[in-house]
């Protein structure tokens, strides 16, 4: 995973609720056994619809998704973020995200930034009336930032931690390594063991 500091960039304002991971990437994408391919699949029954602001190209390029509350709700798929990642996203900003979807996001260096409904509503009318606007994640500081909108937003320290040294689970084991490797050699020949290449 790659080390995320500060995610600036245009918004898409999605700017639904309850949008689950069905929504985000249909069951039947879920075939696939990588982790790529996936970002054709992004919102695919929605944007069937000419008008889907994902087909908007106003948008195109935008690196941060204006969602509603509850976002990444339904199953548990890992896939939602992976469609979101490779189509581009790096910070999904709601008033709130289905705890799974959060985690997976987490792990997976996507930033979900949780703000209230008013905040997140400003940030959407601004994108609305501007696509070219700005808008900023500082990961470090806790921090968002656009035109006359400069909200904090909470993230555990863990977390944050995570994205800013780029830590997924495997990272975040093989800070271990040495000392498995020295429990490793104490254990009983008897007993299984891992062996390092």
């Known amino acids: 995973m790659e080390a995320v500091r500060r995610i600036a960039g245009r918004a898409l304002p ?10 985000i990437i249909p069951s039947h994408w879920l075939k696939r056994l990588e982790r790529t391919g996936y970002a054709e699949g ?10 889907f602001v994902l087909n908007d190209d106003r948008y ?14 339904g199953s548990s798929r890992e896939h939602a973020v992976w469609a979101l990642l ?16 959060r985690n997976n996001a987490l792990k997976n260096g996507l930033v979900p930034v949780e703000l209230d409904e008013t ?6 009318a601004l994108v609305r009336a ?19 909108v400069r909200p904090s937003f909470e993230i555990d320290d863990f977390a944050r931690t995570r994205l ?16 498995v490797a020295a429990y490793e050699r104490k254990r009983p020949e008897w007993l299984p063991r891992v062996i390092a290449p």
């Open 86 to 101: 490779e189509s581009g996203f790096r910070a999904v900003i709601a008033p709130s995200f289905a705890d799974i979807f």
């Open 119 to 124: 905040t997140t509503g400003r940030l959407v």
């Open 42 to 51: 992004l919102f695919e029954a929605w944007r069937r619809d000419p008008a």
């Open 14 to 23: 999605l700017a639904r609720a309850d949008v689950d991971t069905d929504q």
């Open 130 to 148: 501007d696509p070219a606007t700005e808008i900023a994640v500082d990961i470090e500081r806790r921090i968002v930032e656009a035109p006359g």
């Open 60 to 73: 195109r390029g935008a690196v941060i998704l204006l969602a509603g509350a509850n976002f990444g709700c």
């Open 164 to 179: 800013l040294e780029g830590l997924d689970d495997i990272a975040l084991t093989l800070r271990y390594e040495v000392d």
